[in-house]
């Protein structure tokens, strides 16, 4: 079967420090709002998945030539619902590929109700030194109707079981804006999880997605639409009561108390390098932008035919889009995720990176921005307002060029 494209990894060479991020398609159930790259019922898969993304490691350890690695992401998918062992023969087969700090931040997402003692216990012994929990809410009624399959107390049971484990950088991901969430509710939620005291909260605006289930319940009638209006006083409210909690905000979506910002999320944000590895995974490497083969089945078919690549061969053909990134879209690129983080894009490192003062470049958009309340501007920095916070893609859209 012919799939993915003919690519020369030598475009590829590399030898600054990378992020990697690992997806695991499985679930045991997906949710109503979501349309990752992820499936349920296909465990019958997992042996061979795994074996495929180890072959993968070892193409690209052969390609990128022993890189150091500044952080390893698991995501999905639940790869809470994996096995530990598989997680252990993944990060055993970076650790021989490629250069690994001792200190390095490991993230694994989880839902609450994979938390089990044994296997937590055994993902922290093997490497695993962050968790992301998808709580989502803390009102069983939301949780429900968004097809989760945890309620608010095994939400809070779970996370206490990781502390006592002892993982001391747990971050907690929240949803607002949804179907029928009041503000009373979403206020509920905000207080258990500041009750909680993680090290790190991430909220996310619901996005209805064309093709699920939470979309095609919204068209027939059966759901109300959610409201914009509600989800920017959900937004507004967050921000103070984590602001009061002594959480700081620095990303548009993203809190953490002091030295527990997310160092993988912000290699995305800064634009910096990155290597996802699994079926669907995205990867940013030398301004190139690629995807591997979404299909699990298709992914693990064609990798687990190879037992090695050499570095000049072309056989990369489990990837299947590639970008090269232009000068004029590597900028805008670098300013719209920038702009995402509260510091805002440092002029000075901008300047440097593209040889262009970046308040030259974009005078007039920079002015009508400022003239908006939209942007605050510097000697040295340009961010996002308060009130461009709100407003992020009216801001981002006019650093296209």
């Not at 349920?40 to 390609?63: C, G, K, M, R």
């Not at 937590?120 to 012994?125: G, S, T, W």
């Not at 050499?310 to 690129?333: A, V």
């Amino acid at each position: 079967m012919d799939s993915g494209i003919k690519i020369d990894p030598k475009i590829f060479y590399n030898n600054k420090t990378l992020g990697i991020y690992v997806h695991i398609p499985f679930c045991q159930s997906k949710c109503f709002y979501c349309d990752f790259n992820t499936y349920a019922n296909i465990d019958d898969q997992i042996d061979d998945y795994i074996n495929s993304l180890i072959v993968e490691i070892n193409i690209w350890s052969n390609i990128l030539k022993a890189s150091s690695i500044k952080s390893i992401f698991f995501g999905g998918g639940t790869p809470s619902y994996i096995h530990s062992k598989y997680i252990e023969k993944i990060l055993t087969s970076l650790s021989k590929h490629f250069i690994i700090n001792k200190n390095i931040e490991i993230t694994l997402e989880t839902n609450p109700n994979d938390v089990m003692k044994q296997k937590f216990n055994d993902l922290l012994k093997i490497g695993i030194n962050r968790i992301s929990m998808g709580v989502q809410s803390f009102d069983n009624y939301q949780l429900k109707m968004l097809g989760r399959r945890h309620d608010s107390k095994e939400a809070e049971n779970s996370y206490n079981i990781l502390k006592e484990i002892g993982y001391n950088n747990l971050s907690i991901d929240l949803m607002y804006g949804l179907p029928y969430q009041s503000i009373k509710s979403w206020e509920k939620t905000l207080e258990k999880s500041t009750h909680l005291d993680p090290n790190h909260i991430s909220l996310y605006s619901l996005q209805v997605e064309k093709g699920t289930p939470l979309k095609n319940k919204i068209m027939s009638g059966e759901y109300e639409a959610p409201n914009d209006d509600n989800a920017a006083d959900m937004y507004e409210i967050a921000e103070k009561t984590l602001f009061e909690n002594k959480f700081s905000q620095y990303e548009i979506s993203n809190w953490s108390k002091k030295k527990y910002e997310c160092i993988h999320n912000k290699i995305y944000w800064e634009n910096n390098y990155y290597l996802g590895l699994g079926a669907g995974a995205h990867s940013h490497i030398n301004n190139i932008r690629f995807s591997n083969i979404r299909s699990p089945k298709l992914y693990t078919s064609n990798l687990n035919k190879k037992t090695s690549i050499k570095s000049n061969s072309n056989q990369l053909d489990f990837i299947e889009n590639l970008e090269k990134l232009s000068y004029s879209e590597q900028i805008s690129d670098t300013l719209m995720m920038g702009m995402r983080l509260n510091e805002g894009i440092n002029l000075t490192v901008f300047e440097k990176k593209f040889g262009k003062s970046m308040t030259n470049l974009f005078k007039n958009q920079i002015n009508k921005l400022s003239k908006l309340n939209l942007i605050n501007v510097s000697e040295t920095h340009i961010k996002l307002s308060k009130k461009g916070r709100l407003l992020g893609n009216e801001v981002f859209k006019e650093f296209i060029i």
